[in-house]
C-alpha cells in the first residue's frame, strides 16, 4: 500500500513590487491554472547560467498553454547590490517577459517573507503549483530539463478537480498534431 503524502497549499507570494505586469499577480486569482514559480537572484551564478534560462525556455515554449510562469527575486544576500533599478536593468538585458515579483523582505533578518514562508533554502529554487493550488513539487538547484518538463506535462494534462484528462496521452502532452505517436514497424 502506499501512502500519498499530504497536500500543501501553496502560501500567497508577499510581493514588495511587479515587473513584468500591469497588475499584482496573486495565486488566488491563478486558481484553475498550473504555475511555475521560479526563484531566483541577479548574483547567483546558478541562476544566470542555468535556470532563467531555462525558464525562459518553458515560457516561450508552453505560452499558448495555460501555464503560469512567474518570478521571484528573493535577495537574502548583497542586499545593497540588487536594488529594483538594478532588477530592471536585469529583466532588461535577459529578456525576461514574464512577471516577476520582488519577495518582500524579512522583518527581522535578512530572510524575505516569501521565501520563508515556502521554506526556500537558497535560490535557485522551483515550485510547481496545481490547479487547485497545491505544492506538487518544492525543487532546490539546478533541475533536469526532462525532469521538470515530464512534471509540467503531468500538471498540464490535469483537469481542475486533479484527474488526468480524458484526452490520449499524446494530446495532453502536447503532441496534437499526431507526430509523437509510436508507430509499430511491420
Not at 491563478?30 to 521560479?38: E, T
Not at 515554449?61 to 545593497?80: K, N, P, Q, S
Not at 538594478?86 to 512577471?99: D, K, M, N, Q, V
Not at 506538487?136 to 478537480?161: K, N, T, V, Y
Amino acid at each position: 500500500m502506499t501512502i500519498a503524502p499530504p497536500r500543501i497549499a501553496a502560501p500567497e507570494l508577499i510581493i514588495e513590487r511587479w515587473f513584468n505586469t500591469k497588475a499584482p499577480v496573486t495565486l488566488a486569482r491563478l486558481r484553475g491554472r498550473p504555475v511555475l514559480l521560479h526563484t531566483f537572484q541577479m548574483l547567483c551564478p546558478g541562476c544566470v547560467m542555468h535556470a532563467i534560462p531555462q525558464a525562459k525556455r518553458i515560457a516561450e515554449m508552453l505560452r499558448r498553454h495555460d501555464l503560469a510562469v512567474i518570478g521571484l527575486h528573493t535577495v537574502f544576500e548583497h542586499h545593497a547590490a540588487m536594488t529594483p533599478v538594478s532588477l530592471e536593468a536585469f529583466l532588461h538585458e535577459y529578456r525576461i517577459t514574464f512577471p516577476v515579483g520582488v519577495d518582500k523582505p524579512g522583518s527581522p533578518g535578512p530572510i524575505p517573507q516569501t521565501m520563508a514562508a515556502y521554506g526556500f533554502r537558497g535560490t535557485p529554487s522551483t515550485v510547481l503549483i496545481d490547479r487547485q493550488g497545491f505544492i506538487r513539487h518544492h525543487g532546490f538547484g539546478q533541475e533536469d530539463d526532462i525532469a521538470i518538463g515530464l512534471r509540467l506535462g503531468m500538471l498540464l494534462a490535469e483537469s481542475a478537480d486533479g484527474v488526468v484528462a480524458s484526452d490520449d496521452a499524446a494530446t495532453a502532452g502536447g503532441c496534437d498534431d499526431g507526430d509523437c505517436r509510436p508507430t509499430i514497424a511491420g
